[in-house]
């Protein structure tokens, strides 16, 4: 069975970019979860989705940092404009409502 | 908030030998789950505990669920290389599920020397 499955792996940009994450979660699962993971700061949750309908965007850092889910098996993460600061590897997860979550294998953005 | 303190952050061992390893909470945990992360992967699940006092095996891994439902413990007996990357604890805000919003541990880096 396909994991959760995310693009690009690696992602080098100029400062002052748009970066689009996308991610396709496990088919069947409800929920959807975008994380952050930097060697300062750990893994941190972004934004959580379920049903397609975001349900916590307290993780969000700014308005810099948009994420969207418009069906069950897609959503994308953007960044715009991007800083060296948001240079961190960029985790999707998801999960049924019976079960845990699953992570995929991260974006590693760095923002030059 | 709701932290989870790792402990240690880093382990050097041999090859063969036991790791022990825990994370504790000023808070309640109801559920508490353990991942390990490979380089340059996401977080893998290794174990997850649903009752206070409950112990639990995955091969060569044992994790515990404190009475207290404070704290957790992860043991892997006989180590391998491939054991190496990051192991993380993580559990549910008070009164969430495993599958909703996870507080993780800082980790824990464990590096075995063959």
């Known amino acids: 069975d396909a994991g959760v499955i995310q693009s690009p792996r690696h992602e080098v940009t100029e400062m002052g970019q748009e970066v689009t994450l996308r991610c396709k979660p496990i088919s069947g699962h409800d929920y959807l979860f975008w994380y952050r993971q930097t060697m300062m700061r750990g893994l941190e949750l972004l934004i959580y989705f379920n049903n397609n309908v975001p349900i916590d965007d307290s993780g969000m850092p700014e308005d810099r940092f948009s994420a969207k889910m418009p069906n069950a098996s897609f959503s994308t993460l953007k960044i715009q404009p991007s800083e060296p600061r948001d240079s961190a590897v960029y985790f999707c997860?998801?999960?049924?409502?019976?079960?845990?979550?699953?992570f995929g294998p991260g974006t590693r953005l760095t923002v030059l | 908030g709701q932290q989870l303190n790792q402990s240690p952050q880093s382990m050097f061992i041999q090859e063969g030998e036991d790791v022990s390893m825990n994370c504790t909470s000023s808070?309640?945990?109801?559920?508490w789950l353990w991942y390990k992360q490979d380089p340059g992967e996401g977080p893998v699940l290794l174990i997850a505990l649903y009752k206070a006092g409950e112990l639990t095996s995955n091969g060569r891994l044992t994790a515990q669920f404190g009475i207290t439902r404070k704290d957790s413990f992860l043991n892997i007996s006989a180590s391998i290389p491939s054991d190496v990357g990051i192991y993380f604890c993580?559990?549910?805000?008070?009164?969430?599920?495993?599958?909703?919003?996870?507080?993780f541990g800082q980790g824990t880096i464990l590096t075995v020397h063959p």
């Open positions: 993580a559990g549910p805000l008070a009164g969430g599920t495993s599958y909703g919003k996870l507080t």
């Open positions: 808070s309640i945990f109801n559920t």
């Open positions: 997860a998801s999960s049924s409502s019976t079960d845990t979550q699953y």
